[in-house]
Each structure stands twice: as structure tokens, then as C-alpha cells.
């Protein structure tokens, strides 16, 4: 009986011990998992991988971006950036040649927007813009009908590691996704940094490949662009039919406030936050700020936003153009002969606000 009894006892003691051996296993595991994913996000890599990782993607004119900024000496006075309507509507050598024709060709214009409207990943792209262009004098921010609520979906991808870990939490619906990638993110972007052929990217600047400061924006999106807008436009009343059904449904889109105006700072905070920011940094380096807003077909005549977007920088509206089916390649984008009607009209506002150098 003591014989059994002892040997109750050691398999008692050996079935607690074996649940602690497992659980201090799987406490090591983990902890080594954690360590390993929180030193991934220190590994360095090559900012220029970064801005090539969209290749293939509706933002791969980002390599572009970062070869205007850092590889073209070209001097930029004027920086656009904005949504795909900034980047259609404001043609930067469009808006060059009419500043020559009223009287000032030394203002160079560089539009570096792209599709989609978060405000997180303009702040990325403006730092890097100050950094390599001290001298730009004024930057102008596209916005379209509504301050979005959620930051750009490509803002995780191009942001500095330290960007994404100081993201707003205050509904930051994009927040969990973009920290839960960051790791893997990181270590993708150091191992492309050391093999750059072998994902498919190139390691150094190529003349060949640039299409120069100021490329029209559309032939990022199709190569035969002319062809699609000709077709468009070729049926004056089918044209303006399109548009009108587009519009309504681009009205429809638009979700009001959900919650009273005085907690417009937590449902709308991510693109405060971020536009706040942006006004302090261009203040500090003492840079003008203007927002253009450009509506769709038959839409508002200034951002729901418009009282709020006032207190931080003065808004240009081109509302002339909305009730106008011609200037229009889509409810939302410019055609070329909107495109010839907005460049002088930008010419004039940049002229206005930037006094003639001394």
C-alpha cells in the first residue's frame, strides 16, 4: 500500500510538473517571438526600396515620387499634393507654361499626389519634400468633398517604422493592420535592400527611366489615355448622361457626420491630427499653405469641411468648373479641356500668394 501510494504521489507530481515545463516553453517561445518581431522593426533598409514597393499597384508612381524629390535637382516652388484629382488637375507643366505667361517663369511646379485620399501618407511625403527641397515656398493639398476617417491604405507600406508606431490611436481604424505588418514589412524591406534585382527592384537612380519633373499624371494610369478620353467625349449628350448617373451616386457615397460637431475631432481625428501636423511643420519652415478642392460633376461648391479647412489654411475652390460636362474626363477627374481651364487659374492663385523674389 506505501508502495502505491508513493508511486500515486510522483505521478501526481509528475502531471503538475509537466503542465509548467510547458507552459515556461511556450512563455520563452513567445517572448523570443516578441523580441524577434520587435527587433525586426529596427532593421534598416533603403528608403528608395520603400518607395518602389508598389510596383505593379494603382501608387507605383511612388518610385517616381522619390526620384523627383531626391534625384532630380530641379527646383520645386510649388508642391501639389493630393488625391487622383490633384494629380490630374493640377498639370504641373501645363501650370509652368502659364506662370511664364504672366510674368513668372522662375516658379517651378511639382505635383507628387497620387490616388486615394488619406492624410497620413502626405506627411511622410512632405517631410521627405522639405528634407531634399528646402527651398519649395508653397504646398497646396488637394481635398475632395469629406476629410476621410481612416488614413491611406499605402500609408503602412510607405511610412518610416517610426510613422506607423506614432499613428494617432484615436479611432485609427487602420492603426491594428498597419502595426500587425510592420514587422514582416520590415524584414522584406531590409532583405530587398541587400538582393534589389532579386524582387524586382532597382538599387540605383536610372536617367533612362525618369520621365522627368513634370510628367502628366494620366500616363501613370493608361498609356492610352488620349484614345479613352477621346471616346469619352465623343457623344456630347451621352457624355453628360454618364456624368449626371456617376454624380448621384458619388452623393450617395458621401457619409455625413455620424457623431455632434464637438467630437468632430475623434471621428475625424486621424486626418486632423495629420493636417494639424502638416500646418505646424510648413509654418515652421516658414512655407505658405493653401487647399485646392476640386468637385465633382455638378457637386458642392466647397468641402463639407470647408468652416474647419479655413481655420488652418485658405481653401481654392474650383467650382466654376463642376456644372460643365466638357471638363470633365469623369465625375471626378478632370478632362483636358478642364485641365486647360484649371492651369491658369492655378498660375494666378500661385502668383498671388508668392511675391516675386528681391
Known sequence: MASDSGAHADALSHSGTLPRRRGRFLGVVAATFAACMVLSVALPHDPYIRYQSFKGTIFDRLSWVYDRLYHDNTPIDVLFIGSSRTARGANAAA??????????????????SEPASGMDIRLTKLRDALRAHPEIRLVVLGMVEALP????????????????????????????????????RQIELAL??????????????????????TPDHRDFNDANWREIEAAKLSSAPRHAAELAAESVMRRREITPPVLPDALAWAEFGVSRSYLQDMARLLEDEGVEMAFVFLPFYDGYDEPLDADYLRSVAPIWSAAFMRETPMNYFDAAHASQHGIDLLAPWFARRIADTLEPAR
Not at 501650370?95 to 507628387?112: D, K, S, W
Open 95 to 112: 501650370i509652368e507654361a502659364e506662370l511664364a505667361e504672366i510674368g513668372r517663369p522662375e516658379l517651378r511646379v511639382a505635383n507628387i
Open 149 to 184: 476617417r481612416d488614413g491611406h491604405q499605402a500609408f503602412g507600406d510607405l511610412a518610416t517604422a517610426g510613422q506607423v508606431l506614432t499613428a494617432p490611436w484615436v479611432i485609427n481604424r487602420t492603426l491594428p493592420e498597419n502595426l500587425a505588418a510592420l514587422p514582416f
Open 192 to 213: 530587398a535592400s541587400r538582393l534589389p534585382d532579386a524582387f524586382g527592384y532597382r538599387a540605383a537612380f536610372d536617367p533612362d527611366a525618369y520621365p522627368g519633373p
